[in-house]
């Protein structure tokens, strides 16, 4: 019997100055740039050529690519994966929050291994804690004219409307706050391509003296950093888990002690926990122990000379003054509070005050995915999550710029007996909103006049839901109960 013939290839010849193995999986030949003289990339030399019997070994920093066994020790000097060494706004846990690891739960058995009973006491719980919680929130979904050719671009998909529809109305709630403005520096957490932080650009035009920090703690591709040109706004990105963060050490920060205001768009889980400790706990309270600058300065330079004589001639120059803080404003779009986390959540003393602990935020976590996965009522609707477009699966990755959010596997599971798909979305709704009630008691409690509104529509985006807070002395926005 002949044997059969190996499978076609997709082009005949690898492109020009490129490596020509063929890699059967893709289905094309390696695209790899070659050394003059080489048939092969360094990657694919050992598997094709054997190249002078050298063997190729995983690299111990990163695994996702190979070396010469023999020239592991001058590649480990140079690879892209190396500790290098930490800026000096890199400081340990600076904004971790609890210390105390007794509070931590030892390893807690799954949502789906609780008995009925179990089960419903922890429901119990969760609707006492959040009895006054139930009012619907605010519609703030808005707009910006710096967006609208954007929007009614003929080119644009589903998903590319999607998150421009979320970025207008993101920087709608900026500017009605009236943190669109010039003298400040806007920070961004979990920044991915830096989107949110362009079209902010973009909105405030020639306005002088802003400066933008887009804070991401991985390498991100398709940036859109480039693309900005205007000579008044500088950017700025730093590779850093917002953990470690130390806004005060960034010489930015230090050099033009500009107020910062901190946003964000779909800040993941605990990643929100982590900006709000670094802007209004770690931030805030250097440089109030600093007080690096006296008020009569700090007016000089957020007030334009008019202003200034108006404020004098008014009587007003004191309160002018006391109005100045070195955060002066908090936009973030919320996600994701399956991945929150007890050791770093900022509302722990919320939680305790009504008679809750780790072991609940565990479970209340956990079941706050049943708000967005919980009704997946078919086999059906399981199967097409599967048969998505790649362009698709990309472009729902870009709702979460770490890459995507895994919900646990238990999470998503069918509905116990005594719940159906509505009950249960119902629950993971409330979750959210306890959660988020935690946030907004720790910003009241360090200063800030906080609120939750929805702000697109759930057609548009599951997790809709905008966190923003003004210091007191600020006009500040309608807080919710």
């Known amino acids: 019997m002949a044997a059969s013939a190996p499978a076609p ?11 020509s193995y063929y890699v059967e999986k893709k289905k094309r030949f390696c695209r790899m740039v070659v050394a003059a003289g080489k048939r092969f990339c360094g990657e694919h030399a050992g598997v094709a050529e054997e190249e002078n019997a050298r063997k190729r070994i995983l690299c111990p920093l990163d695994p996702k690519h190979t ?32 210390k105390d690891e007794t509070e931590i739960p030892e390893q807690l058995v799954s949502i789906s291994s609780l008995s009925e009973e179990q089960l419903e006491n922890l429901i119990k719980k969760l609707r006492k804690a959040s009895e006054g919680l139930n009012s619907p929130l605010k519609d703030q979904i808005l707009s910006h004219p710096a967006l609208h050719d954007a929007l009614n671009d ?28 010039p003298r400040r520096c806007f920070v961004e957490f979990g920044a991915g391509k830096g989107k949110l932080s362009h ?19 991985v390498t991100t591709r398709f940036k859109v950093d480039g693309k900005h040109r205007r000579k008044n706004s500088v950017f700025e990105r730093l590779q850093i888990d917002i953990q470690h963060l130390c806004l005060s050490k960034i010489p930015l920060l230090s050099k033009e002690k500009l107020p910062v205001v901190g946003i964000g768009k779909h800040l993941c889980g605990v990643a929100t926990d982590l900006a709000l400790r670094c802007l209004v706990e770690t931030y805030a309270a250097s440089c109030e122990e600093r007080n690096e600058e006296p008020l009569a300065k700090r007016i000089k330079n957020d007030k334009t000379e008019k202003e200034i004589n108006t404020l004098a001639k008014e009587g007003n120059e004191k309160n ?28 722990t003393e919320y939680f305790r005050a009504l008679g809750l602990g780790a072991v609940e935020f565990h479970y209340f976590q956990r079941m706050s995915s049943w708000a967005t996965c919980g009704m997946r009522r078919t086999s059906l609707e399981a199967s097409s999550l599967t048969t998505k477009s790649k362009d698709q699966q990309n472009a729902d990755s870009e709702e979460h710029d770490d890459g995507g959010c895994r919900i646990p596997d238990d999470s998503t599971e069918s509905a116990p007996g005594f719940l159906t798909v509505e009950e249960k979305k119902k629950i993971g709704h409330l979750c959210k909103l306890l959660i988020d009630q935690g946030r907004v008691k720790y910003l009241q409690q360090k200063g800030f006049s906080p609120a939750l509104q929805y702000y697109t529509d759930p057609l548009v985006s599951l997790e809709n839901v905008l966190l923003t807070a003004l210091p007191n002395h600020s006009s ?5 109960a």
Request: proline fraction near 5%; hydrophobic fraction near 35%; charge should be positive.
């Open 154 to 181: 003929p080119k644009n998909g589903d998903s590319a409307t999607k998150h421009l529809k979320q970025q207008a109305s993101i920087l709608g709630n900026i500017e009605k706050l009236k943190l669109l403005g």
């Open 9 to 19: 290839h997709t082009t005949e010849f690898p492109a020009e100055g490129r490596c």
């Open 476 to 480: 500040s926005p309608e807080t919710t």
């Open 320 to 347: 002018v003054a006391e109005k100045w803080s070195p955060v002066a404003g908090i936009v973030i779009a919320l996600c994701c509070h399956h991945r929150c986390d007890w050791r770093h959540y900022v509302g």
């Open 199 to 217: 079209w902010v650009d973009i909105a405030l035009k020639d306005a002088e003296k802003v400066h933008f920090i887009l804070v991401e703690k």
């Open 67 to 98: 070396v010469y066994e023999d020239q592991l020790a001058k590649h480990l000097k140079k690879c892209n994966s190396r500790e290098k060494p930490k800026p000096d706004f890199f400081i340990q846990d600076i904004n971790a929050g609890l």
